[in-house]
């Protein structure tokens, strides 16, 4: 009983910035990786960013140095910072996050939100 909740989405043109939020709420004990993917028009969806428990973080190429993802443990909730935006980083953006099934469980479940729209054009 785990919902994931994405906010932030918009229209934004070339070259601007838009935050991204993702809040976890329901039946928390931890936490383990979560992350962020996109799927543009046509395309299958892919990595964007994780971000582990303990903060350590990867990217895709095609953002790294222009996308920051982190996270708040006590809100649950994890950021994707995105500047220098180009066209091509239209997409619907998900947010994803694995949790242990149960408190001490090496079994890991991974939790969908519905996405945000994100829309970069001039």
């Known amino acids: 009983q785990v919902q994931l909740v994405e906010s932030g989405g918009g229209l934004v043109q070339p070259g601007g910035s838009l935050r991204l939020s993702c809040a976890a709420s329901?039946?928390?004990?931890?936490?383990?990786?979560m992350g962020w993917y996109r799927q543009a028009p046509g395309k299958q969806r892919v990595l964007v960013a994780v971000?582990?428990?303990?903060?350590?973080?990867t990217y895709a190429d095609s953002v790294e140095g222009r996308f920051t993802i982190s996270r708040d443990n006590a809100k649950n909730t994890v950021y994707l910072q995105m500047n220098s935006l180009k066209p091509e980083d239209t997409a619907v953006y998900y947010c994803?996050?694995?949790?242990?099934?149960?408190?001490?469980?090496?079994?890991?479940?991974?939790?969908w939100g519905k996405g945000t729209l994100v829309t970069v054009s001039s």
């Open positions: 994803k996050a694995d949790l242990p099934q149960s408190r001490g469980s090496r079994f890991v479940i991974n939790y």
């Open positions: 971000v582990t428990s303990g903060g350590s973080t």
């Open positions: 329901g039946s928390i004990f931890s936490i383990n990786a």
